[in-house]
T-cell receptor, first 109, second 116 residues
């Protein structure tokens, strides 16, 4: 069953704007990961945040984790048309990893 | 280049005709897994393997078989495909069963299967 649920399901913004996607989960996790998928292609690992971390940065990506609310957010700053893709959160609760249904991001030039 | 290779990329078959989707990784990863991706449902795990000769069911194993006779290969077998198995399939691997906690998975490019 799915563990993480992304919100919104779809997001459309202009190039240069920031994009924020959220992920909520139900049970305690060891870490949470974000992946990107270009249309019909394999998922690519973007960033991982551990349960004892609150914020992490990687280039234009910023991930936050609030374990009390069981939620995470992925912020992409200064978005580009090439950021158009689906973004998935994956929650690791020890035995395995579970993926959400994803947020479809469209960045218009 | 370190990668997970799936074949074929696209496959159209008829109900009941046995098929195999191959998956191979060149990273000496112990852990391998199969997922299917359907609209609105995200990725659901079919089977996974912690190491050679060790396989376990995921969330949706019905209608599928796997084998792990050697570390690099993890084929997905559909003995009698049905239309509800039409989906996009992904193979993934990581160095160990716990290594996904540090580095995540490496995914293949996917196999789009249509069963008519």
């Amino acid at each position: 069953s799915q563990q993480g649920e992304e919100d919104p399901q779809a997001l459309s913004i202009q190039e240069g704007e920031n994009a924020t996607m959220n992920c909520s989960y139900k049970t305690s996790i060891n870490n949470l990961q974000w992946y990107r998928q270009n249309s019909g292609r394999g998922l690519v690992h973007l960033i991982l945040i551990r349960s004892n971390e609150r914020e992490k940065h990687s280039g234009r990506l910023r991930v936050t984790l609030d374990t009390s609310k069981k939620s995470s957010s992925l912020l992409i700053t200064a978005s580009r048309a090439a950021d158009t893709a689906s973004y998935f959160c994956a929650t690791d609760y020890g035995d395995d990893m579970r993926f959400g249904a994803g947020t479809r991001l469209t960045v218009k030039p | 280049e370190a990668q997970v290779t799936q074949n074929p990329r696209y496959l159209i078959t008829v109900t009941g005709k046995k098929l195999t989707v191959t998956c191979s990784q060149n990273m000496n990863h112990e852990y391998m897994s199969w997922y299917r991706q359907d609209p609105g449902l995200g990725l659901r795990q079919i089977y996974y393997s912690m190491n050679v000769e060790v396989t376990d069911k995921g969330d949706v194993p019905e209608g599928y078989k796997v084998s792990r006779k050697e570390k690099r290969n993890f084929p997905l077998i559909l003995e009698s495909p049905s239309p509800n198995q039409t989906s996009l399939y992904f193979c993934a691997s990581s160095l160990s069963g716990q290594d996904w906690a540090n580095y995540g998975y490496t995914f293949g490019s996917g196999t789009r299967l249509t069963v008519v």
